[in-house]
């Protein structure tokens, strides 16, 4: 087996590719769509794919990749690749201070009132008062405009966490 990653995403069968490329995004179509364009000549091509399809997803198959994310600050349980990837993303939440932590409850509860999906962000990066002002703002969307934030959310989720793969 080949020691560079990408080379060993390449070379990986076809099931193991797909188990991992669904650690990085639960929509049905999303590994078998990505695997299929194996061999990628660069970790930024497979990334710039991973991203143009998971923004190309249908919204019944944004839902389902959804489903596989907890809300911002709650934390995710287990050993799989997802909890992993999750709570690593959700670093920024640790240090929040008990009335952002509140308010993000608070919050989380009422975008899902408005919007009936988990608040989706790519929380890599950010702070926890940034994904509270986030998550402010974008309660004021319309569900189509939300729609297109919670796609591009997902893009740029799953572009990161290939490019964990390959690291």
């Given at each position: 087996?080949?020691?560079?990653?990408?080379?060993?995403?390449?070379?990986?069968?076809?099931?193991?590719?797909?188990?991992?490329?669904?650690?990085?995004?639960?929509?049905?179509?999303?590994?078998?769509?990505?695997?299929?364009?194996?061999?990628?000549?660069?970790?930024?091509?497979l990334v710039a794919r991973v991203e143009a399809v998971s923004r190309a997803l249908p919204w019944d198959e944004v839902a389902a990749a959804l489903a596989a994310h907890p809300?911002?600050?709650?934390?995710?349980?287990?050993?799989?690749?997802?909890?992993?990837a999750s709570r690593s993303e959700q670093s920024g939440m640790t240090t929040a201070s008990d009335s952002v932590r509140a308010a993000m409850v608070e919050g989380n509860r009422a975008y899902e009132d408005r919007f009936d999906q988990v608040f989706l962000i790519r929380a890599a990066g950010r702070s926890a008062e940034e994904m509270l002002a986030e998550l402010d703002r974008r309660l004021t969307n319309t569900a189509e405009a939300e729609r297109a934030e919670v796609t591009?959310?997902?893009?740029?989720?799953?572009?990161?966490?290939?490019?964990?793969?390959?690291?």
């Open positions: 087996m080949p020691d560079d990653p990408l080379d060993r995403f390449n070379a990986e069968p076809v099931d193991r590719a797909h188990e991992a490329l669904r650690s990085c995004n639960a929509a049905p179509s999303f590994a078998t769509t990505v695997a299929a364009g194996r061999p990628y000549p660069s970790a930024d091509a809300r911002i600050g709650d934390r995710m349980q287990g050993t799989s690749a997802e909890a992993t591009e959310q997902l893009a740029q989720i799953t572009g990161l966490r290939v490019r964990g793969l390959l690291a």
